[in-house]
C-alpha cells in the first residue's frame, strides 16, 4: 500500500541548478531544489554517481542555525554534519540533503524560546510540550521527492534516528538499513543527547 500511494503522489520538488562543489570535505556536486508545497529552496551535496543506485549512504540533515553555523554546544548538529560530509567524502558515493526543519521543525523563534525553558530547567521534550509543540515536527515526504528527483534506488541512511527511516518508508523509499552516526558528547549537550534517547526513541 505505501508503495502504492507513494507513485501516486505528484513530486513537490523541481531540481533547478547543480553545479560542481570542491569543499574541505572532498569533491562534491550541488543541487538546488524548489519547492512547491512550501516555497522553500532546499539542496543536497553528492559524491559520486548515485543514478539507480542501491543502498546509497544518504545524511538527512535538517538545518540548525545556532549548531551548523553558530557552533553553539547544544546540540551536535554541527559535529553530525561535518562527521557525515568527512565520511560521504571518503567513500565512492553518497549524498547529504539539507532539509529547512530548523528547531525540529518549530523555527528559529520557538526553538530559541524553547532554550530559554531549558535554561529554566525543562528538558528539550518539555520545552516543545510548553510551547504546545509535540517533540519533533520534521516531515521527510519533501526529502523522499528530492531523493527520487535524485534518482536513488534505495538508501542506506546515516542517522540515529528511527523516526527519519519510518519516515522515507512512508514517503515510499526504500531504506536498506541506518548507519550509526553518534557523536561524542559535551558537557553542555549529554543531558540534551540523553533526551533524545530515553524519551525520542534515538539510538544513542
Known amino acids: 500500500m505505501i508503495e502504492e500511494n507513494a507513485a501516486e503522489r505528484s513530486s513537490t520538488i523541481t531540481r533547478s541548478a547543480s553545479a560542481q562543489m570542491p569543499s574541505r570535505f572532498g569533491d562534491f556536486r550541488i543541487y538546488a531544489f ?41 546540540c551536535d548538529c554541527r559535529d553530525q554534519l561535518e562527521a557525515a560530509l568527512e565520511y560521504i567524502g571518503s567513500i565512492e558515493c553518497g549524498a547529504v540533503v539539507y532539509l529547512r526543519q ?32 509535540p517533540d519533533d515536527l520534521r516531515q521527510y515526504n519533501i526529502a523522499a521527492d528530492i ?14 534516528n528511527p523516526n527519519k527511516r519510518d519516515g522515507l518508508l512512508a514517503a515510499g523509499i526504500t531504506v536498506d538499513s541506518l548507519i550509526p552516526h553518534r557523536m561524542t558528547p559535551n558537557s553542555h549537550n549529554a543531558s540534551y543527547l540523553m533526551t533524545k534517547k530515553i524519551k525520542s526513541g534515538h539510538l544513542l
Open 34 to 74: 524548489q519547492c512547491t508545497s512550501d516555497g522553500q529552496e532546499y539542496g543536497a551535496v553528492v559524491k559520486g554517481d548515485i543514478t539507480n543506485g542501491t543502498g546509497v549512504p544518504v545524511r538527512l540533515h535538517s538545518e540548525c542555525f545556532t549548531g551548523d553555523l553558530m557552533g553553539s554546544l547544544r
Open 102 to 133: 530548523e528547531g525540529r521543525g518549530i523555527g528559529l523563534v520557538n526553538k530559541v524560546r524553547a532554550y530559554a525553558l531549558q535554561d529554566g530547567g525543562l528538558d528539550t521534550v518539555e520545552a516543545n510540550h510548553a510551547l504546545g509543540f
Open 147 to 160: 531523493l527520487r528527483e535524485l534518482e536513488v534506488g534505495s538508501v542506506r541512511l546515516i542517522s540515529n
